[in-house]
């Protein structure tokens, strides 16, 4: 065998591997989910996102073991890619197997050496030839057959849950209900209606989704069903989803990665894109876990855009951040944050720290309410592209993070962010109406953290932003702390508002005291906004309900949080119904 060769099989047998633990752990979902095991999920959940730099460590350690050291040269590396080529010509998973051939290339080799004839930044996957049809990722169910509520029974327990549901009957009457008012497909004989259904149950948090679309003669009609689990009692479906904002909501950025267990995950996501053509490519395999998938397509998405495009990278609008740099390029929805060389006095703390924080949200379950994080090392930017005032300010800030190659900027640690507005920003446009919104959503954004044990320590309003959908979700993660790290404190109590801000300035404060009265000062200086705020929440400025929090943690609950209003559920949608009631 050619020394070519074998570094390509040593290369692929590190991603089979990769692949096939990544598989075992997501499998387990389906057992957490019936045996309401919510923190060993948790825990599978987090433990996943270490599994792809673990494989390709050892894949590293691999190939020094068997090669020779002077096997690192380019054209020997560039026989090696051909022959990986021919391995993945008719391989499930291609996509990703070509993305941890990049990986292995990229810890070898120096940045010069990144290009497409050395690693795949073009995949070789044609998106007209999926190692499968995407047919073969769902299964299609015909109400013709046999009735549309005995095809919906058909639907759920072909899934094989061994947890009984309390009361499938009624689930699948509300389901009908449901569909019949919420969507125009409803409306049609029953032998006008297919459904196509995802061979892959969705798990994340304390919910299973299922996901499908009903094909009519006006075209198709995405839906998604969760079923949660009422320990002691059994299962439920809870809703059903056909709105798609509240589906790009469910798969958004700023939530835990689902535990999907599949074979052709290029398949998989590629029917995902026909429910939600709004999402990217590397949105969904994001999603779906598959987060350095995610990166790979978010790279190709940038440089496709910047071929496209002519204008140029700035400062991002908002307050400018004491640990990082962040700038954007105004005709792509993200922005791109550096740490700075230098923090400000009061961040006593440093870089290692930070990039500890980014890591510890990226591994939690992030609750709709923090934003998901994509971290690059060595990333070029073409030069012409930059402003010179934003370029100027990045030697000022960064320069230990910046240089330069010929016309092309070199950024060596990057975090690659959704952009949003600023909610400091946004409040100064918004209508009343629209701040009292955001400010009561702004307090539930708090509230959700905190039940997910993350404190998200520096709670200024320019810290957290507005996407979109008008959803407030936090982005700076510099002071993240775990809830059960910190010491919530009252002020002692006094008689006037004289003695309590002399007591607020004399109380001795130790490390990791917090003092939650603080905030009608320190969130914002508007009297309007804290009223908004404190009006809808007050319990935020009281300790003791932070210190119920921590002990709920202690106990082991799992909250609900669900990522649909909880007017949408069929408990509260269907209050008339005196059987909907899932207890």
């Not at 996407?467 to 006037?496: A, C, G, I, W």
């Given at each position: 065998?050619?020394?070519?060769?074998?570094?390509?099989?040593?290369?692929?047998?590190?991603?089979?591997?990769?692949?096939?633990?990544?598989?075992?752990?997501?499998?387990?979902?389906?057992?957490?989910?019936?045996?309401?095991?919510?923190?060993?999920?948790?825990?599978?959940?987090?433990?996943?996102?270490?599994?792809?730099?673990?494989?390709?460590?050892?894949?590293?350690?691999?190939?020094?073991?068997?090669?020779?050291?002077?096997?690192?040269?380019?054209?020997?590396?560039?026989?090696?890619?051909?022959?990986?080529?021919?391995?993945?010509?008719?391989?499930?998973?291609?996509?990703?197997?070509?993305?941890?051939?990049?990986?292995?290339?990229?810890?070898?080799?120096?940045?010069?050496?990144?290009?497409?004839?050395?690693?795949?930044?073009?995949?070789?996957?044609?998106?007209?030839?999926?190692?499968?049809?995407?047919?073969?990722?769902y299964d299609s169910y015909f109400p013709a057959q046999d009735g549309l509520k005995q095809t919906i029974r058909n639907i759920v327990s072909g899934f094989g849950f061994i947890t009984p549901f309390i009361n499938l009957d009624r689930d699948i009457r509300l389901i009908v209900k449901s569909f019949m008012a919420q969507s125009s497909h409803g409306r049609h004989p029953v032998y006008q209606i297919r459904f196509d259904i995802l061979k892959s149950v969705f798990y994340r948090n304390k919910?299973?989704?299922?996901?499908?679309?009903?094909?009519?003669?006006?075209?198709?009609?995405?839906?998604?069903?969760?079923?949660?689990?009422?320990?002691?009692?059994?299962?439920?479906?809870?809703?059903?989803?056909?709105?798609?904002?509240?589906?790009?909501?469910?798969?958004?950025?700023?939530?835990?990665?689902?535990?999907?267990?599949?074979?052709?995950?290029?398949?998989?996501?590629?029917?995902?894109?026909?429910?939600?053509?709004?999402?990217?490519?590397?949105?969904?395999?994001?999603?779906?876990?598959?987060?350095?998938?995610?990166?790979?397509?978010f790279y190709r998405e940038l440089l496709s855009h910047l071929d496209k495009s002519n204008d140029q990278f700035v400062a991002a609008p908002g307050t400018r951040g004491m640990v990082m740099m962040v700038f954007t390029l105004p005709s792509f929805p993200y922005v791109f944050k550096v740490i700075r060389d230098k923090f400000a006095p009061s961040k006593e703390f440093g870089r290692d720290t930070v990039k500890a924080r980014y890591l510890l949200v990226k591994k939690h379950d992030r609750?709709?309410?923090?934003?998901?994080?994509?971290?690059?090392?060595?990333?070029?930017?073409?030069?012409?592209?930059?402003?010179?005032?934003?370029?100027?300010?990045?030697?000022?800030?960064?320069?230990?993070?910046?240089?330069?190659?010929?016309?092309?900027?070199?950024?060596?640690?990057?975090?690659?962010?959704?952009?949003?507005?600023?909610?400091?920003?946004?409040?100064?446009?918004?209508?009343?109406?629209?701040?009292?919104?955001?400010?009561?959503?702004?307090?539930?954004?708090?509230?959700?953290?905190?039940?997910?044990?993350?404190?998200?320590?520096?709670?200024?309003?320019?810290?957290?932003?507005?996407?979109?959908?008008?959803?407030?979700?936090?982005?700076?993660?510099?002071?993240?702390?775990?809830?059960?790290?910190?010491?919530?404190?009252?002020?002692?109590?006094?008689?006037?508002?004289?003695?309590?801000?002399?007591?607020?300035?004399?109380?001795?404060?130790?490390?990791?005291?917090?003092?939650?009265?603080?905030?009608?000062?320190?969130?914002?200086?508007?009297?309007?906004?804290?009223?908004?705020?404190?009006?809808?929440?007050?319990?935020?400025?009281?300790?003791?309900?932070?210190?119920?929090?921590?002990?709920?943690?202690?106990?082991?609950?799992?909250?609900?949080?669900?990522?649909?209003?909880?007017?949408?559920?069929?408990?509260?949608?269907?209050?008339?119904?005196?059987?909907?009631?899932?207890?």
């Amino acid at each position: 065998m050619s020394q070519a060769k074998q570094i390509a099989e040593i290369i692929l047998k590190g991603f089979r591997r990769h692949f096939s633990l990544f598989q075992a752990i997501t499998a387990k979902a389906k057992q957490r989910f019936e045996l309401a095991d919510w923190r060993a999920f948790q825990q599978d959940s987090s433990d996943r996102i270490s599994f792809y730099d673990q494989r390709v460590t050892e894949a590293i350690t691999h190939l020094a073991s068997e090669l020779p050291s002077q096997c690192l040269n380019e054209p020997l590396w560039q026989q090696v890619k051909q022959h990986y080529m021919e391995f993945l010509a008719f391989h499930p998973q291609a996509e990703l197997a070509e993305t941890f051939y990049n990986s292995v290339f990229c810890q070898l080799f120096e940045r010069k050496y990144f290009h497409n004839q050395n690693i795949f930044v073009e995949s070789t996957l044609s998106k007209q030839h999926l190692p499968a049809p995407i047919a073969s990722v769902y299964d299609s169910y015909f109400p013709a057959q046999d009735g549309l509520k005995q095809t919906i029974r058909n639907i759920v327990s072909g899934f094989g849950f061994i947890t009984p549901f309390i009361n499938l009957d009624r689930d699948i009457r509300l389901i009908v209900k449901s569909f019949m008012a919420q969507s125009s497909h409803g409306r049609h004989p029953v032998y006008q209606i297919r459904f196509d259904i995802l061979k892959s149950v969705f798990y994340r948090n304390k919910a299973a989704y299922i996901v499908g679309r009903a094909v009519t003669p006006d075209g198709q009609q995405p839906f998604i069903i969760p079923l949660l689990h009422r320990e002691g009692a059994g299962l439920f479906i809870d809703t059903l989803v056909t709105d798609a904002q509240q589906m790009t909501i469910i798969f958004g950025f700023s939530r835990a990665y689902f535990m999907v267990a599949t074979q052709v995950p290029s398949s998989l996501v590629h029917f995902l894109r026909e429910l939600l053509p709004h999402k990217t490519l590397a949105e969904l395999y994001a999603s779906i876990g598959l987060h350095k998938q995610g990166k790979t397509e978010f790279y190709r998405e940038l440089l496709s855009h910047l071929d496209k495009s002519n204008d140029q990278f700035v400062a991002a609008p908002g307050t400018r951040g004491m640990v990082m740099m962040v700038f954007t390029l105004p005709s792509f929805p993200y922005v791109f944050k550096v740490i700075r060389d230098k923090f400000a006095p009061s961040k006593e703390f440093g870089r290692d720290t930070v990039k500890a924080r980014y890591l510890l949200v990226k591994k939690h379950d992030r609750v709709g309410r923090m934003a998901d994080t994509l971290e690059y090392s060595y990333v070029a930017l073409p030069k012409n592209r930059f402003s010179a005032e934003l370029l100027e300010e990045l030697q000022q800030a960064i320069a230990g993070s910046l240089s330069f190659e010929d016309d092309l900027v070199v950024i060596k640690h990057l975090y690659i962010e959704r952009r949003m507005i600023p909610l400091n920003l946004y409040l100064e446009h918004a209508s009343d109406e629209e701040k009292a919104h955001i400010m009561d959503d702004y307090g539930q954004a708090i509230k959700q953290m905190l039940a997910a044990n993350i404190f998200p320590g520096d709670m200024l309003l320019k810290n957290f932003g507005v996407t979109r959908h008008k959803r407030v979700v936090f982005y700076d993660y510099d002071e993240v702390q775990y809830m059960l790290d910190v010491n919530f404190r009252s002020f002692p109590k006094t008689e006037n508002y004289e003695d309590a801000m002399f007591a607020e300035g004399t109380v001795c404060a130790a490390p990791g005291d917090v003092f939650p009265e603080q905030m009608a000062t320190f969130v914002t200086p508007q009297p309007q906004i804290r009223e908004l705020l404190f009006s809808k929440h007050p319990e935020l400025l009281d300790a003791a309900y932070w210190r119920q929090k921590q002990q709920n943690i202690r106990n082991g609950v799992v909250e609900d949080i669900f990522p649909y209003p909880d007017n949408m559920r069929f408990y509260h949608a269907y209050q008339d119904d005196n059987s909907s009631e899932p207890h």
